[in-house]
């Protein structure tokens, strides 16, 4: 089955972009995904093909107008998630991006200018609102390459090895490990003697020690959501013992 990307975006040219090369790129030749885009623009219905108007209300910038974005997202057919790319969104996290990569594949609406206007979310409650990070670019078109990107990397095949989309950061909860490889010794940095034991159940031990010590010191906020999971992972088994 394809994964079936659509992006709806001012800007079709910046598809399939980077996402034309690599692994993603050979991924697009071979059929396992592909790439529609649909102009927002083409939805106008004035001679001028006008997308935005100013904010209700008063203040800088444009505002995406409603009646447009909901023809766009009209066109679009049901039986995908949607996702909106905005900065009022929830962060898309790894587990999410892994749910919508066993599916039929996405719809992407992208952003521009100060945003969209809010009753196009009433109208249309099947579009998640999401965000890349905590961060604000131009317009959603990076932020769907990327997560595209994510989604595409986990299609079967797509990737060689394929331990290689499981055993990684955010996947367990935990930021990945750190990774070394030859030489053995660089700039008189040696690479930890427990990874040239050939001891697997070391190894992993000092894996997952790593992985835990580094998202706790990087990342507090992952690593309160990981001890709390695993606390109520450990009271509900004492509970059943």
């Not at 972009?17 to 692994?23: D, R």
């Not at 690593?223 to 004492?238: F, I, L, Q």
């Amino acid at each position: 089955m394809t994964f079936a990307a659509t992006i709806l975006t001012l800007y079709p040219e910046m598809f399939p972009g980077p996402l034309g090369i690599s692994l993603a790129g050979r991924a697009l030749e071979r059929g396992d995904w592909s790439c529609e885009t649909v102009q927002i623009r083409d939805f106008a219905k004035d001679r001028h093909r006008t997308v935005d108007d100013t904010p209700a209300g008063g203040g800088a910038g444009m505002v995406l107008k409603p009646d447009v974005i909901g023809a766009a997202l009209a066109s679009v057919g049901e039986g995908r998630p949607v996702l909106a790319m905005t900065p009022r969104g929830k962060p898309i996290s790894q587990a999410r991006i892994r749910e919508i990569a066993e599916g039929p594949g996405v719809a992407v609406l992208c952003g521009r200018f100060e945003g969209f206007d809010e009753r196009i979310f009433e109208a249309f409650p099947q579009v998640e609102e999401v965000s890349l990070a905590d961060i604000v670019l131009s317009g959603g078109e990076p932020a769907a390459l990327a997560i595209l990107d994510a989604c595409i990397r986990l299609l079967p095949g797509v990737m060689g090895a394929p331990d290689s989309g499981v055993e990684e950061s955010y996947e367990n909860g935990l930021i990945e490990y750190p990774q070394y490889t030859r030489p053995q010794e660089w700039e008189g940095r040696t690479i930890p003697e427990v990874l040239r034991s050939g001891d697997h159940a070391k190894i992993a031990a000092w894996r997952k020690a790593r992985s835990e010590d580094d998202t706790r010191l990087r990342r507090p906020d992952l690593w309160e959501r990981y001890s709390d999971a695993r606390d109520r992972s450990a009271s509900g088994a004492r509970r059943k013992d």
